[in-house]
Nanobody, 124 residues
Framework: QVRLYESGGGLMQAGGSLRLSCEVP????????MAWFRQAPAKEREFVAG????????NYVDSVKGRFTISRDYADKKVYLQMNNLKSEDTAVYYC?????????????????WGQGTQVIVSS
């Protein structure tokens, strides 16, 4: 069983920035598709951004394009989500997910492995 670990959430004012990290200690994401999902209270889990570890291709939900960036670090074996110009509607629990297949899917059921989530709260 692969368990992902997220970090970097917190409380931020609107317009500010946060960077989320995702890792699997001792493992690489080679060959995997990685994604960030989020779930706000009383809402369904929503795809935010995805990245294919091998070729670096990315995909984003329209609401975060131009504000969020998903990236990978080969040396640290981590996936990041840089979130800039945060808005109150970005408030949610953010989850890192991994799938052994490609292309990048925006459907949560396509991902086999998940983290516990990290809370992001944006105050207006």
């Amino acid at each position: 069983q692969v368990r992902l670990y997220e970090s970097g959430g917190g409380l931020m004012q609107a317009g500010g920035s946060l960077r989320l990290s995702c890792e699997v200690p001792g493992r690489t994401f080679s060959g995997y598709t990685m994604a960030w999902f989020r779930q706000a209270p009383a809402k369904e889990r929503e795809f935010v951004a995805g990245l294919h570890w091998g070729d670096g291709s990315t995909n984003y939900v329209d609401s975060v394009k131009g504000r969020f960036t998903i990236s990978r670090d080969y040396a640290d074996k981590k996936v990041y989500l840089q979130m800039n110009n945060l808005k109150s509607e970005d408030t949610a629990v953010y989850y890192c997910a991994a799938a052994r297949s490609s292309p990048i899917s925006d459907t949560w059921s396509a991902y086999e492995y998940w983290g516990q989530g990290t809370q992001v709260i944006v105050s207006s």
